[in-house]
């Protein structure tokens, strides 16, 4: 989260770089814990570089298949040690093929199985 320095009023956000290495990591611990997950990644204004003070990343995670219907998938992948809030979106791989050009072609894949 945002680090508020000692000797001043400046909030210090979060940048790419380790917004980046910290999906990774977080991937890398699910992967290792769930093996029908295939794929991870994260788009949006970290993807593209328009990220700012107070913004989110967009995670991207898909697995072999799923019963749980799509909005309650997110509940099973804990994104708190992410240094930011995030919007953590969970596909299955048939539902993926369904997803916006748009999205996947801005995605940055940091993890696939």
Same mark, same amino acid.
């Given at each position: 989260?945002?680090?508020? !320095? =000692?000797?001043?009023s400046? %909030?210090?956000? #979060? $940048?790419?770089?380790?917004? $980046?290495?910290?999906?990774?990591? +977080?991937?890398?611990? +699910?992967a290792?814990?769930? #093996? $029908? +997950? =295939?794929?991870?990644?994260? *788009?949006?204004s970290?993807? @593209?570089?328009?990220?700012?003070?107070?913004?989110?990343?967009? &995670? %991207? %995670?898909? &697995? /072999? @298949?799923?019963?749980? #219907? *799509?909005? /309650?998938?997110?509940?099973? *992948? $804990?994104? !708190? !040690? =992410?240094?930011?809030?995030?919007?953590? +979106?969970?596909?299955?791989?048939?539902?993926l093929?369904?997803? !916006?050009?748009?999205? =996947? @072609?801005?995605?940055?894949?940091? *993890?696939?199985?």
């Amino acid at each position: 989260m945002p680090v508020r !320095s =000692l000797d001043s009023s400046i %909030i210090r956000w #979060p $940048d790419r770089d380790q917004v $980046d290495a910290a999906v990774r990591r +977080l991937a890398i611990e +699910l992967a290792a814990g769930q #093996p $029908d +997950l =295939l794929r991870v990644g994260y *788009f949006g204004s970290y993807a @593209d570089g328009r990220w700012g003070v107070g913004s989110d990343v967009d &995670v %991207i %995670i898909v &697995v /072999r @298949d799923s019963d749980e #219907p *799509f909005p /309650r998938r997110a509940a099973a *992948f $804990d994104g !708190s !040690s =992410l240094p930011v809030p995030a919007d953590v +979106l969970v596909y299955t791989a048939e539902e993926l093929e369904r997803v !916006s050009p748009r999205i =996947l @072609d801005g995605t940055v894949w940091v *993890f696939t199985r």
